[in-house]
């Protein structure tokens, strides 16, 4: 077993309903993922209360933080894109990929 198989494995453990993920669904797919409604310390100074927008500021309330095997949605997300999270339409505040995972901070965008 080499180390990305190691990784491999440590993700399906963290990715898991049984543990700590949930059903969730991304633009109409489902799969298994962490939803957080609270933000990291270190999420909060990089965001502060409001987000760029388009060629705007906007006040994001409601923010989420999902995490999810990268694999499980190969469409690359970027700042500013609107997804739809279970049933509902945001924004991408921040993408963040790492060994293997994809964590957005989402948004609905306040007036």
Known sequence: MNFKDILEEDLDIF???DELAEKI???GTEINGVASSAI???NKLRLGNQGTYGYG???YINQKE???KTKDIPHKYK???RIEFNGELYAVILVKEELGMTSLIIGEQGN
Do not use: H, R, V
């Open 15 to 17: 990715i898991n309903p």
């Open 25 to 27: 669904s991304i633009d």
């Open 40 to 42: 990291s310390d270190k």
């Open 57 to 59: 500021e906007a006040l």
């Open 66 to 68: 999902i995490t999810f």
């Open 79 to 81: 700042q500013g894109d």
